[in-house]
């Protein structure tokens, strides 16, 4: 349970546990086999605050431990229907000292809708037409104390059903859950919301205690009879006699024994009834004694042992033929346990040698994915050091190439010039051939003109300079 901060937590612990209420408790056919416990409850909160306030460090299981006898399985499975899909297992207990009412508790699934439970039914009536009260507590544990085996007591009853008797389907494959009668027999729940009647399907046995009879004279509840016409109840002859008496008042000649289950017939003075019930397992068996009775099965003279032995001798042989088919069904149900563990180890061989063949291709198939990876690897290496090497010597053209560009530009540019200097050298003979040609013309006219006369010709500034450009 949760502790505060400042507090000791063995402290709180123990006061914790100390303020739990115990229910003692007990289920089983009384029969065959008794479990008894004991049902550790949260204290009920205050009448002023049982809506709002919730015990702390509660768990999902409740206990409703006040419900009427007369409320069969289904009409509790149809009070609590809106939570049947959320609850995991119900339980039906007898409670120590209560012979009216019976207990169930119950687990869900989650923490929120047993809160839910709680709000919705605690301090509601069963029924419009009910005075009980629903009382609903938390359950903090359950405590199973003693195991009480009775004689002659079957394999079938004391061992755990794998299967619900109704429908004859695994218990865990309903999703309403499992519901465990009084005589601790399992069933799937929603087999049991239909059975209309409050005996176990399996083996009959009721929850609803049978009232105490008493003599309807004198009061005593010994050695009691009721009269198989009326139902007049009176004590033997041994006791008050108001059973002979009222036979001799109403001449009502059968009367049933309440202890024995036998007919007495005042009339003919002996046993009439062919079936008794056996004390080893509680089965019907014939009585076939007839003789004859002096008093209501009191005589100590009676001789009717022979028909009393044969009658047990024959439920001793049913008794020994059912234990000997629940013995077999019970060894059936082991060797099918074992055969169905030998199935799953097989499977489960199966399933880790095909994940260890797996995990193996697996480790083959990325070994060699990781050998191409690492050539690949390789080969990416190899072509990135060409590239570089091929990148260095592009950009090592590259600069050839400028500098040849550059050379061929400057020799083009030299070159330029040389033809224009030589062109200008050219029109400057050519102008000079000209004039030449002009003065050596003009030279010949002149002298026909001037007879025995002598030109000299004085040179031009061209043709100093042209004469000393051919020099050079």
Not at 7 to 18: H, K, Y
Not at 46 to 56: F, G, T
Not at 384 to 401: C, G, T
Request: charged content about 25%; overall charge negative.
């Amino acid at each position: 349970m949760a502790t505060s901060g400042g507090e000791d937590p063995s402290g709180s612990a123990s006061s914790s546990a100390s303020a739990l209420d115990s229910l003692p408790f007990s289920s089983g056919n009384p029969r065959i086999e008794e479990t008894r416990g004991v049902v550790l409850l949260h204290p009920e909160p205050p009448a002023a605050s049982s809506s709002s306030l919730l015990p702390v460090g509660r768990k999902p299981r409740v206990c409703v431990p006040g419900v009427p006898n007369h409320l069969t399985y289904a009409d509790f499975g149809r009070f609590c229907a809106s939570w049947a899909s959320h609850i995991l297992e119900t339980r039906i207990i007898r409670i120590d000292g209560v012979e009216d009412q019976y207990g169930v508790l119950i687990k869900f699934d989650t923490q929120s809708f047993t809160d839910s439970f709680y709000m919705s039914f605690n301090g509601n009536r069963f029924s419009s037409l009910e005075g009980n009260v629903c009382r609903v507590r938390f359950v903090e544990d359950v405590h199973y104390t003693q195991l009480i085996e009775h004689a002659h007591s079957s394999v079938t009853s004391s061992a755990e059903q794998p299967t619900c008797p109704v429908c004859l389907e695994r218990l865990d494959q309903d999703p309403g859950g499992i519901l465990t009668t009084i005589c601790n027999h399992s069933f799937h729940y929603s087999c049991m919301s239909k059975w209309a009647d409050s005996s176990c399907p399996v083996c009959r046995y009721c929850q609803q205690e049978p009232e105490k009879s008493s003599c309807s004279v004198c009061g005593t509840s010994e050695n009691l009879w009721i009269c198989v016409i009326c139902g007049h109840v009176g004590c033997g002859r041994y006791k008050g006699g108001h059973a002979i008496e009222h036979w001799k008042e109403t001449q009502h000649c059968y009367s049933l024994e309440l202890e024995t289950q036998k007919v007495w017939d005042y009339a003919g003075d002996n046993y009439v009834h062919r079936l008794i019930q056996s004390k080893t397992d509680g089965n019907l068996v014939e009585y076939n004694f007839y003789g004859d009775h002096s008093v209501d099965g009191m005589c100590p003279t009676c001789n009717g042992d022979a028909g009393i032995s044969e009658a047990l001798l024959d439920s001793k042989m049913e008794a020994i033929v059912e234990e000997y088919n629940d013995l077999v069904t019970s060894q059936l149900e082991k060797q099918r346990n074992y055969y169905e563990s030998l199935l799953l180890e097989v499977k489960e061989d199966n399933e880790k040698e095909i994940a260890a063949a797996t995990e193996k291709a697996v480790g083959i198939k990325v070994q060699k994915l990781q050998a191409k990876l690492d050539k690949c690897m390789e080969e990416t290496g190899f072509l990135n050091d060409i590239h570089e090497n091929l990148v260095k010597n592009m950009e090592m053209w590259r600069e050839r190439i400028q500098k040849v560009k550059e050379r061929e530009q400057a020799a083009i540019r030299l070159k330029d010039e040389k033809i224009e200097k030589l062109e200008e050298e050219l029109r400057d003979l050519i102008a000079h051939f000209e004039r030449q040609n002009t003065v050596a013309e003009a030279s010949e006219s002149m002298s026909s003109d001037i007879n025995g006369s002598t030109i000299l010709s004085v040179p031009s500034e061209s043709s100093a300079s042209s004469n000393s450009s051919i020099r050079n």
